[in-house]
């Protein structure tokens, strides 16, 4: 059964921390590993990965997989307040219909 | 450009009491799907559509249906709602050009079944 998993599901931090999230996932003829931020309302897109090794960068975040060991991570340096929300990773196959997301890590940046 | 729309944003309903949930997309996107969100549970998958004409269940299928007539709509119809369908429902759509596989979100449906 196809499944992700993430941790820590919840973390808090102040200001200017930096932060590590993590995700491993099983899926079946797996494609890309995709992260989204929620806040208050839809998931919003921030990366996909596809390639083993490569960093993806935004800003003040950044994150990389690791198709061997079947795991990705996302990096947060810097942490703001606006910053807090919940982190979802979602991996998908190669016909791009099986997105399984896994629980989610629900970062809350203090100041 | 108003990307996938979802109707109603709130609802409550009443044990055994049916409705539909509304979603449209404009971005021409082939698969379009449905989401559940619990608490601690992720987003799990209802059912989902790879073209119009064509549906299949996903992880949580059980209480709902879904019809793919056109492109643009994939609405998700609750046929005799329990308290255990009180959640929160996206929707999304996704397209395969490119190699691109993003889905897009729509806002999201509250519901409650009392």
């Known amino acids: 059964e196809d499944k992700v998993v993430q941790s820590p599901l919840s973390l808090v931090v102040h200001e200017g921390d930096t932060v590590t999230l993590n995700c491993s996932y099983e899926v079946t003829n797996f494609r890309s590993l995709l992260w989204y931020k929620q806040e208050k309302k839809a998931p919003t897109f921030l990366f996909m990965l596809?390639?083993?090794?490569i960093e993806k960068k935004s800003g003040r975040l950044s994150s990389i997989l690791d198709k061997k060991e079947l795991f990705s991570i996302l990096n947060i340096t810097a942490t703001q307040t606006g910053d807090s929300a919940i982190y979802l990773c979602?991996?998908?196959?190669?016909?791009?219909?099986?997105?399984?997301f896994g629980p989610g890590t629900r970062l809350s940046v203090l100041p | 450009n108003a990307g996938v729309t979802q109707t109603p944003k709130f609802q409550v309903l009443k044990t055994g009491q049916s409705m539909t949930l509304q979603c449209a997309q404009d971005?021409?996107?082939?698969?379009m799907s449905w989401y559940r969100q619990d608490p601690g549970m992720g987003l799990r998958l209802i059912h989902y559509?790879?073209?119009?004409?064509?549906?299949d269940q996903g992880e949580v299928p059980n209480g709902y249906n879904v019809s793919r007539s056109t492109t643009e709509d994939f609405p998700l119809r609750l046929l005799s709602a329990a308290p255990s369908q009180t959640s929160v429902y996206f929707c999304?759509?996704?397209?395969?050009?490119?190699?691109?596989?993003?889905?897009?979100f729509g806002a999201g449906t509250r519901l409650s079944v009392l």
């Open positions: 971005m021409n996107h082939e698969y």
């Open positions: 559509s790879v073209g119009a004409g064509i549906t």
């Open positions: 596809t390639s083993s090794g």
């Open positions: 979602a991996g998908t196959d190669n016909y791009g219909q099986n997105f399984v």
């Open positions: 999304a759509s996704s397209d395969r050009v490119d190699g691109k596989n993003i889905q897009y």
